[in-house]
């Protein structure tokens, strides 16, 4: 079965531009995330949705990061205007169930899209 | 900031020696998961424990929740090359907008010396 998928694996932008990051979630979970990975920070989740519905958007630093979930094979997270201390790894991630369910709510990452802004 | 408090940072190992990271969070967890992330990787879930004072093992990893299911462990017996990477503990948390969310720890990040 084909795991969580994401896209671009790798971008370089400047600071400025206009950055998308893409994400096919495991079909039939009904959760995704989006993480952001730094070695200050550690991962923090900036945002997920149950059934293409946001449900927490408290980690999102700031106005200039939103997040869609069109239909529930596909998310988008767009970073306009980049800055250069958005540089990071950025994980989509998807599960079957809540985090509190106790059964099968295991997370799986996609393998990361890994941001520049130079 | 961090909830969930994993120590040590960082260990560097002789191969063949053991290994244990601790994960400590302020509040009772309903359950607490294990995920290990090869360098260049992505975090790859490990194990879930959910009952109080569970220990479970998987070969030479060995997981445990605390009796008051606000403390977990994993010890790796006899480190290999293959076990380099970094190990993170998460719980679920109650964010400031008032849902549960997985709460990563900062990671223990080990080294194997060959």
């Known amino acids: 079965d084909a795991g969580v998928i994401q896209s671009p694996r790798h971008e370089v932008t400047e600071m400025g531009q206009e950055v998308t990051l893409r994400c096919k979630p495991i079909s039939g979970h009904d959760y995704l995330f989006w993480y952001r990975q730094t070695m200050m920070r550690g991962l923090e989740l900036l945002i997920y949705?149950?059934?293409?519905?946001?449900?927490?958007d408290s980690g999102m630093p700031e106005d200039r990061f939103s997040a869609k979930m069109p239909n529930a094979s596909f998310s988008t997270l767009k970073i306009q205007p980049s800055e250069p201390r958005d540089s990071a790894v950025y994980f989509c991630a998807s599960s079957l169930a809540s985090v509190t369910s106790g059964k099968r709510n295991t997370i799986y990452f996609g393998e990361g899209s890994w941001l520049t802004v130079v | 900031g961090q909830q969930v408090m994993q120590i040590p940072q960082y260990q560097h190992v002789q191969e063949g020696e053991d290994f244990t990271t601790y994960c400590n969070s302020s509040t009772t967890l309903s359950n607490i998961q294990w995920y290990k992330q090869r360098p260049g990787g992505h975090p790859v879930f490990l194990i879930q424990l959910v009952k109080s004072g569970e220990v479970k093992k998987q070969k030479r990893l060995t997981f445990q929740f605390g009796e008051a299911k606000k403390n977990s462990s994993l010890h790796i017996t006899a480190t290999q090359t293959t076990d380099v990477g970094t190990y993170f503990c998460a719980g679920p948390r109650k964010s400031g907008a008032g849902s549960y969310q997985l709460t990563f720890g900062k990671g223990t990040k080990l080294s194997v010396i060959p």
């Open positions: 949705f149950n059934n293409n519905v946001p449900i927490d």
